[in-house]
């Protein structure tokens, strides 16, 4: 490792074989079963994140291809749980389409918002109507 600093990440393989013991201080600690499922699955959302992102680019079904590996990991999780109802909620929808809003028509608070997409981005608008008399 060549940076030097305050460091909060679990010890993998390749880092324990690059920590110079004898030139630097090095601080660690025992990884406890309270903190456990946090630490580790930051780490796995990383290795799974690149390895989503692996998919080649220049595939038209690509977006198809992530989801059915994502798919693929968490029936994988299922043979390894016993949650099936957690796994069978948790599929991701083939077409790939993220959830954005959800109001209620009957609100009249949400009736007044109105909301439109420019790119990526969500703008919201609050719209007021007052009646003159």
């Not at 679990?10 to 660690?28: A, S």
């Not at 796995?44 to 059915?68: C, F, G, M, W, Y």
Request: charged letters at 25%.
């Amino acid at each position: 490792m060549q940076q030097i600093g305050i460091y909060e990440q679990l010890i993998t393989q390749v880092v324990e074989q690059n920590l110079d013991r004898e030139q630097f201080y090095i601080g660690e600690r025992q990884l406890e079963s309270n903190e456990a499922s946090v630490w580790l699955s930051r780490f796995l959302s990383k290795l799974v994140a690149h390895a989503i992102d692996a998919i080649p680019n220049s595939d038209d079904n690509r977006i198809t291809k992530q989801i059915e590996l994502a798919n693929k990991l968490v029936f994988w999780l299922k043979d390894h749980i016993r949650d099936d109802q957690l796994i069978s909620e948790n599929l991701i929808d083939s077409q790939g389409r993220i959830l954005t809003a959800l109001f209620d028509k009957q609100n009249t608070i949400s009736r007044d918002l109105i909301y439109f997409r420019i790119g990526n981005h969500l703008f919201k608008i609050q719209c007021t109507f007052y009646r003159l008399y």
